[in-house]
């Protein structure tokens, strides 16, 4: 509840009969988010116009939209498996270093070690899943915060990786290896519907194995769970492994279908996929399928904000656009859960008498 | 009751999401300084009205008026500035806070000015003055539900209110602490507050309250006044036909077979390292039911938790059925075919915001009898079973899938029992199961657990509710700090039970 001058506003949830479907109340957040940010286009030398041009020669040109999968199946491969481990109150953001360790493992085998693609590409997966357990297990024997935990290997990894490139494996330079030869790369398409078959299985998984049963009484209720025989140990390894694995692959496919090669990151920035993974999950509810459309979402919103770049929109004005549909999309959705609900507060002060 | 109400409720109407109507039309004046006792079964309506009185629901329609003036409760903040506390059937207090920061955060949200040493000895003041022990440092989390309920009560009186709403308040108490909770009922009215006693214990209100209202199915049906109310005349208004037969005594013959729980010398450290069981030892055959009698807060708890494996105990042994288990945790005893009826239903026996169909999956993880095959869930097979628990147990619910507290604490229990029953357990641990049910279903669930053991399984049952025990019970053992001081077989005595249960 707020009260804003005389105003008492209230937020009050609504009855299952009464709630909207969420994905139409996104839809309408998302095209109105869209006309916001285009509206405040206004304040960048661009104008409303060029706002509205950038915007339009991306979305509005079919032949750019592949250009969003790379940025699709990086973000999906880390929020499906943040979702899962959300769900089980494991609050993980290790996904961006279990990319970059993918990416790292992957050309190991790829580049260094002369290995198929499919090897490559496993190895990516279990380096992933490994980073996965590490956490786990510190939490779960140990109780360190899988949150700071994670954190911290965000950096190791991306450390190691900066050293491998400005060292061992440089090609000359300190900021990125040679490329890998052709054979060892594939497309964008191919890695987005690897992703998206994955994606579609853990949410299987969840629905239809014990193992949804385990996350989801573990997130809500451990003492339930654990009396009636769900192991809190092994339900968190499994969701951190689980996360792990198809984070470390996502770097493995973005390395051989996008990068092809290494190159040096900022710590902190680092790749970015990872990180926007959790926004992707949270906006998709923690629901793993639905983490596709709200990845694919955020995909479109990158895809916009390098179409900016060659207009006259500033790029901090472009994330701001961002965080504005993203902003939009999220109240909306909210709406369709609450009410809200307005009343003047000297009215109601009359009523008490 | 002469002069003007203190409080008045007017046709108040509240309705669930799912169209349960909890409270239809219903109209009630609470005088100063009397004791209103508020009867009804499981799902009538009671706790609903007095949410509504405390701010913590609002009603669809209806009027509230407080010495005279409408009044809205947008919280429970503006119920306790109006001088209503509620003392709630589960306790609401912020686990991780002492009873005195519970009382501080209370105070603070009711504008009232208090620092934490003041209300460290407000609470220790005012437990020695109502003979109400609780220690105003002890973190809530570490308290059994009975301390919790009456830290609640300490708050409640330590806002100051006029009216206090007292929700199924022996429910934790031993007999005669309960005794002593009326009597301070009855103090209160005699010093001008009102409290409204919340109670399905016949007993309990006949000796004490100037006036009844019973409530069925959202309606106010009678308020008599304490002098002309019987029994037969409470239970009428209640039931509005016959009641069920009562009593488990004349369940069938049961033979106790070989031995399915044995513990020996069992030690149990407590939340903070203190021993709360110590070196306990007993034995439990299949077809008996042997209660554990006790005041909340003497070990019981830690007992069941070191009995399902929640709990490792630090010394001694626990067999089920000839297999070692203190080791190991819930799974392999729920593979064992042990069933558990907890003490706390939300979020102990239940996983709250989900349904009966995945608490049913929940319930079955570990049995041999679940839902599953090997991995895969079966949630047709869920589906099944949950029907079947609902119809064998009479379960009232919004639906399969609804979620779980969309039912009345009544509901859940009975599902929670029916569950466990469905195990077809050869152990079955129950906390208070008859918790928080009015006399019919108290009934059936007795009335099933005795079953259970003629059917073969080993039935311990761990219950303030002496009463209870005392009808059901092949055996009857007390705890005390820890130890377990007394146990017989019938015919009881249940002078030396309560004594037992009391004696330092």
Redesign the interface.
Known sequence: ?ARIASLEV?LVER???ERGNPLVYGLAGLVVGFLASIALGALTPAGVGGTLGALASVIGDPGKWPDALPYFFAIASSAAGLALAYRSGFITIGAEGQMVAGMVAAYWALGVAGAPLAAGLALAALTGAALGALVAALRVYLLVNETLSSLMLNYIVVSVLNYLVGGPWSAGGFTKTALLPPERTMTPGVAALLVTALVVAYEMLYR???????V??IG??R?????????FARTIIAVAVLSGLLAGLGGGLYLAAVQQQLTSLNTFQSLGYGYMGILAAWLAGNVVVATLASSLLLAVLYLASTAFQISRVPWSFALALQAVIVLSVVSFVTLSRYRVVVRRLAM?KA??? | MAGEPLVEAECVTKTY??GVVANDCVSLSIFPGEVLGLLGENGAGKTTFVSILAGILQPDSGVIRVHG????F??PRDAVRAGIALVPQNPMLVEAFTVAENLLLAARLAGRRLTLSGARRLVASLSERYGLPVDPDARVWRLSMGERQRAEIVKALALGAELLLLDEPTTHLSPPEARSLLRLVRRLASEGRSVVLITHRLGEVLGVADRIAVMRSGRLVGVVGGREATREKLLALMFGERLAPGGAEAGPERRPGPAVLEVRDLWVRGEHGEWSVRGVSFELRGGEVVGVAGVAGNGQRELVEAL?G?RRPQRGSIRIAGVEVAGS???A???LGVA?V?EQR?????????SIV?NT???????PRGP?RG???D?GEARRVSREIVERMAVKTPGLDAPVEAMSGGNMQRYIVGRELAKEPRLLLAMNPTSGLDYNASKMVDRMLVEAAAGGAAVLVVSEDLEELLSISDRIMVMNKGRLVYEAGRPFDPEKIASAMVEE
């Open positions: 509840m209230r009855g299952p009969a239809y194995t014990r193992l949804g049963v385990a989801d009484s809500l209720a003492r339930a769970a654990e009396t009636y025989g769900v192991s109601r009523a008490e008498g | 999401p799912g003036r409408p009044a809205r947008s919280s399902v929640l945790g819930p799974a005893r729920g593979r558990v907890p939300l979020g102990w026996a239940l996983v709250p915001g989900k995945f999956a929940v319930g079955f993880y570990a049995s599953y991995a895969v869930v949630w």
